[in-house]
């Protein structure tokens, strides 16, 4: 089945860093669009990251500009996020996602039609 497995969240202080990473199986992994999506407690989903794995093209939030890295391994059907320098305004569930194609915005939760479970992460002062 169609899958996409999230696993390294974890609570850290801030300034630390982590490295989330999302494995896919079920479908091509190649020219795909995958990319993270976070949400905190009364708060909306929002677009942390995005990846086309296609050509390695990557897309970010400006509040994770220069603290996060969107990556994939091709052969091992994984895409990582390196969060590094954390804030508390990071802690959140983070979900990792997947399509192959947008009907409108890359930053839409709703144009992925693939969801992990999603992981925790929890920054603390």
């Known amino acids: 089945q169609v899958q996409l497995v999230v696993s390294g969240g974890g609570s850290v202080q801030y300034g630390g860093s982590l490295r989330l990473s999302c494995v896919a199986s079920?479908?091509?992994?190649?020219?795909?669009?995958l990319a993270w999506f976070r949400q905190a407690p009364g708060k909306e989903r929002e677009g942390v990251a995005v990846?086309?794995?296609?050509?390695?093209?990557?897309y970010y939030a400006d509040s994770v500009k220069d603290r996060f890295t969107i990556s994939q391994d091709n052969a091992k059907n994984t895409v990582y996020l390196q969060m590094d320098s954390l804030k508390a305004e990071d802690s959140a569930m983070y979900y990792c996602?997947?399509?192959?194609?947008?009907?409108?915005?890359?930053?839409?939760?709703?144009?992925?039609?693939?969801w992990g479970q999603g992981t925790q992460v929890t920054v603390s002062s």
């Open positions: 079920g479908f091509a992994f190649r020219n795909n669009w």
């Open positions: 990846i086309f794995t296609g050509d390695d093209s990557t």
């Open positions: 996602v997947a399509d192959r194609k947008f009907a409108g915005s890359r930053w839409r939760p709703s144009e992925y039609k693939i």
